[in-house]
């Protein structure tokens, strides 16, 4: 960015595009519309003898919510409360700030989370009739690429709902999952696992903290999300030389659910919250992106700015061996600055 003239001193202006546009990657999660008995509820989702949910049932399930979901993308509280009967927890605040942020998207942005229109493949069921119940489904994006989904039914009077979305990596893949007919165990505590999905949880941060990522515990392969997450961190702080400071961090939300595979791992979905935080040089004034100004009202930063992105995550664990982030997908929620 040039100079430009600001009053008693010239102040040099950059783009905050460098910090904000990695916010707005491909596969943010697409908006719903309103729930009813085809989605689990009315009666409670169905279950076989042996306790898991049928393989029928299942793709009638995953079927119509995904067909909801795609109905509502309005940004407005008409929108939010249909969004409401169909995401859930952590994946409701994406798929709201998706909403808001939709109308900023560049054709680029759009091209690369469209879907192929194709139904959803309900690829693993939970076993037993307790709750809370869980699914595993596969969409896929008009790109070709595999999305995941965690759709999860908490009780006897709720419907399933999506919990978590993660495209899957370039090269990534997922051990099978026990037949639907019988089901799949959850993960519970990881007992049986190479590492517990709470301690592969705390491993991920320390490896993609910036400045100054920490050698990676041996228990977590690399992968191709974190190798990215590091460049793009390297390359905003390039961008922005000396106009600007800027750190990364990265906070655990928490495992969301997952199932164990047929071979005595797990597919385990997760959360972190990534804050980035930039800190102009005495003097700059740094001009935001669409996307930050949509959230804020901000047309420039003179103190500081601030950004929160959900970043949602399938890691497999396996039985022995390291495990690995197989698939992954974020989302800018929330701004501020000053």
């Not at 509502?72 to 929108?79: C, L, P, Q, V």
């Not at 879907?115 to 896929?140: C, K, N, W």
């Not at 495209?167 to 993960?187: C, H, K, N, Q």
Request: net charge positive; with cysteine.
């Amino acid at each position: 960015m040039t100079p430009r003239p600001l009053p008693r001193r010239a102040r040099a202006a950059r783009s905050l595009g460098a910090l904000l546009a990695a916010a707005l990657l491909s596969g943010a999660l697409t908006a719903c519309g309103p729930v009813d008995s085809t989605l689990g509820i009315r009666p409670a989702p169905s279950a076989t003898p042996a306790g898991a949910l049928s393989a029928t049932r299942a793709a009638e399930i995953a079927t119509a919510l995904f067909a909801k979901a795609a109905t509502t993308t309005e940004a407005s509280k008409a929108g939010d409360a249909a969004r409401a009967q169909v995401y859930t927890g952590v994946a409701l605040t994406a798929a709201n700030a998706s909403a808001t942020l939709a109308k900023v998207l560049t054709p680029a942005d759009l091209a690369a989370r469209a879907t192929s229109g194709e139904p959803p493949v309900v690829i693993a069921v939970s076993a037993g009739p307790s709750f809370p119940r869980q699914m595993v489904v596969r969409t896929t994006l008009k790109n070709g690429l595999p999305v995941l989904h965690l759709l999860i039914s908490a009780d006897v009077r709720s419907p399933y709902r999506i919990a978590a979305s993660a495209t899957m990596l370039p090269g990534a893949s997922v051990r099978p999952f026990a037949p639907l007919s019988g089901g799949s165990e959850p993960v519970g505590d990881g007992t049986g696992l190479s590492v517990t999905p709470g301690d592969a949880l705390s491993l991920l941060p320390p490896t993609v903290v910036f400045p100054g990522p920490t050698a990676r515990d041996p228990r977590l392969a690399d992968d191709t999300w974190s190798q990215a997450i590091r460049a793009a961190a390297k390359a905003k702080a390039a961008a922005l030389g000396v106009s600007a400071t800027l750190a990364e961090a990265h906070k655990s939300r928490g495992a969301l659910g997952g199932l164990r595979t047929a071979d005595g791992g797990a597919l385990v979905f997760v959360v972190l919250d990534r804050t980035d935080t930039l800190v102009p040089k005495a003097g700059i004034v740094l001009t935001p992106t669409a996307a930050f100004t949509a959230l804020t009202g901000l047309k420039e930063i003179r103190k500081s700015a601030g950004t929160a992105t959900l970043e949602f995550l399938a890691i497999e664990i396996p039985a022995s061996g390291a495990a690995r982030v197989v698939a992954a997908t974020e989302q800018l929620y929330a701004a501020s600055g000053s």
